[in-house]
């Protein structure tokens, strides 16, 4: 069972929390696409608990994460100069996105370990290029995105 503690102040001031789809997919709930998402709530203090709340109306459907990228981030030459790399990828679209939404893109850089992470975040949004600066020249740095 998922846990949304209340005595979590942005959980109780937003009144949600968030469930990943890791989490709706694996062992507990076995998920599976197009399956509802069906929530009922439990609420307890120190006296008790409640009964159970009925069930969520228009409750969601159960979303694929999207398919992975086929092709990697790419350096672009005309930015890159100096400690400045420039750095592109491909935008996931249509089909790959198996479903969902595209949210955001996350580009991550490893410049420690040969690409084996671990990786930092260098930016989060919908953007496929980023000019990255302050960079150590002459060290291999890898990258890898997210969507």
Do not use: W
Not at 38 to 55: Q, T
Not at 67 to 82: C, E, F, Q, S
Not at 107 to 118: F, M, S
Request: hydrophobic share 40%; glycine share 10%; charged share 15%.
């Amino acid at each position: 069972m998922t846990t949304c503690d209340g005595s979590i102040t942005a959980i109780l001031t937003s009144r949600q929390c968030v469930i990943p789809l890791t989490v709706l997919r694996g062992p507990l709930f076995s998920l599976e696409y197009g399956d509802y998402i069906i929530a009922k709530v439990l609420f307890e203090n120190e006296v008790g608990e409640s009964s159970l709340s009925i069930e969520n109306i228009n409750p969601p459907m159960m979303q694929e994460v999207p398919n992975a990228p086929l092709v990697g981030p790419a350096r672009i030459d005309a930015i890159t100069i100096g400690t400045t790399m420039g750095v592109m990828f491909n935008a996931v679209t249509g089909a790959d996105l198996r479903g969902g939404a595209l949210v955001s893109y996350s580009l991550e850089i490893d410049e420690t370990n040969a690409g084996a992470g671990p990786f930092d975040v260098v930016g989060t949004s919908l953007l496929t290029q980023y000019t990255i600066p302050s960079l150590t020249s002459g060290l291999p740095y890898y990258f890898r995105y997210r969507v």
